[in-house]
């Protein structure tokens, strides 16, 4: 089995002539189409809205596309709430579902008019302190609160951790999906979060929602249905014991993507069927038939849409056979940093057999950065240029410098065929910038 790369040889040789290699590239069609698929496996829910995961891909081309089809930004940090806000996403298409979360970046998400998520119940104290001083202070206005006073943001979210194991699968062969939340520094128990709820509408919130993140990278239908379910029963169980009937209900990121080609990829709508027969069942009993789902997911929406593209630069024979190419963990820190496998493909050589067995390597100074190991690949020479399949999300956002290396530059493949830069590469001037001034230090 294989995956087709969005690019071709000739369309990368052509690109190389303005934008040499390494590069990531997205492909805006194939996020578009698959942000539709999305939509329109939700449609049946009435405020239903997906709020893209910024950390997996924060650029601000993407986060527009990505808006245009209808949907918001998941911040978690200063960094992301202000990339949203300088493309225009703000109000209720955000949601900033951070931890461990400095006084200003809730200050901020106030002023922008986003959903804070709250990942803790001593957070509720937290935020009160901090927006009202920056009310007393005039960094914030008390209109961003929603009028005269008001303490707290209208609408607002909490994160729920249920504990113990999460489990999809009856017998231990057939488990599809396992993680660890009891483990997990997320998140409030049920006592806590019954407890915030009572608060926070006392508080004068008037919109509460929920939201949990159970398992990552989840490669099955079943695991948003079970994800709905608990919280389901769980928004139900609030209603009884608080009144309070949540507006919304965010079921977060974690469906995953098939990086091997040969596993079977998730199918979004049997998901969103999933999720929309347990809402049938659960809440529209309850009387809580408009409540609104929301998801955040990062990797579902982009991984498979990027690549990187670099080209073989080295061969080396020694007790292994290397090939080096000009890409590096830095531009892609997944195989190093997990182990994660992604799929390789030697442009112009699609059809060639797989007869040989390489380590892919970058240059780090680290002997973990390799794109792949014992590797079954076409033939490879110095010059070919390979695409890393599925690097859209979790790719370039987690680049680092490492060795020095600089950042790579962004394109976009647009739908008319044309490529776009969407983000420059970083130069040796934009990596000394922060030692500007200091060249010149007494030692
Ligand atoms: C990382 C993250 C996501 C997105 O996760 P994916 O695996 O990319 O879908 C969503 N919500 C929160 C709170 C996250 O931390």
């Known amino acids: 089995m294989s995956k087709i790369p969005f690019v071709t040889k000739e369309q990368v040789e052509e690109i190389v002539k303005t934008y040499p290699t390494p590069f990531h590239i997205y492909d805006e069609k194939g996020i578009r189409e698959n942000a539709r698929a999305m939509n ?15 950390k997996a891909t924060p650029n601000p081309t993407i986060l527009k596309i990505l808006h245009e089809e209808g949907c918001g930004t998941d911040c978690s940090s200063m960094a992301e709430l202000v ?12 949601m900033f579902s951070s931890n461990e979360t400095p006084a200003e970046e809730f200050v901020k998400c106030a ?10 119940i001593t957070h509720i104290d937290f935020v009160l302190s901090a927006l009202d001083e920056a009310v007393k202070s005039g960094r914030l206005s008390q209109e961003a609160l929603g009028g005269e006073g008001r303490r707290l943001p209208k609408r607002m979210s909490c994160r729920f951790n249920p504990g113990g194991v999460f489990r999809l699968g009856e017998s231990t062969e057939a488990v599809q999906v396992m993680d660890n939340p009891g483990e997990a520094k997320y998140g409030m128990t049920k006592d806590q979060i019954i407890e915030a709820y009572k608060r926070l509408s006392e508080l004068g919130v008037e919109e509460l929602g929920i939201h949990s993140f159970l398992a990552s990278n989840t490669l099955s239908n079943e695991y948003y249905p079970a994800l709905a379910k608990i919280l389901f029963e769980l928004a139900v169980e609030i209603k009884e014991k608080t009144g309070v009937a949540l507006s919304f209900i965010n079921l977060s990121g974690g469906v995953g993507i098939a990086y091997e080609p040969d596993k079977p990829a998730n199918d979004i709508a049997a998901i969103g069927a999933g999720v929309h027969k347990v809402f049938d069942e659960v809440l529209v009993p309850a ?4 409540t609104a789902i929301f998801t955040e997911l990062g990797r579902f929406m982009l991984a498979p849409y990027g690549h990187l593209i670099t080209k073989a630069v080295h061969e080396k024979h020694t007790y292994k056979e290397y090939i080096g190419v000009d890409a590096c963990a830095a531009n892609l820190m997944r195989p190093a940093m997990y182990g994660s496998y992604h799929h390789l493909t030697v442009l112009g050589k699609e059809d060639a057999p797989a007869t040989e067995t390489y380590d892919v390597v970058g240059s780090l100074c680290e002997n973990n950065d390799k ?16 695409c890393i399949h599925d690097t859209g999300a979790h790719g370039f956002s987690m680049g680092y410098n490492y060795n020095g290396r600089l950042w790579s530059a962004e394109l976009l493949l647009r739908e008319d065929n044309s490529v776009i830069c969407i983000r420059r590469p970083e130069t040796l ?10 060249w010149d230090v007494e030692v």
């Open 83 to 94: 990339i949203s806000e300088k493309c225009k996403i703000t109000g209720t298409d955000v």
């Open 429 to 438: 001037d934009d990596y000394f910038a922060t030692l500007d001034g200091f």
């Open 40 to 54: 329109k496996a939700f449609s049946w829910n009435k405020g239903f809205k997906e709020y893209f995961a910024v």
């Open 371 to 386: 794109f792949a190991i014992d590797r079954k690949l076409p033939k490879i020479d110095i010059g070919d240029y390979l």
């Open 287 to 290: 009387g809580m038939g408009d």
């Open 111 to 120: 002023e922008i008019g986003g959903i804070i998520n709250l990942d803790d």
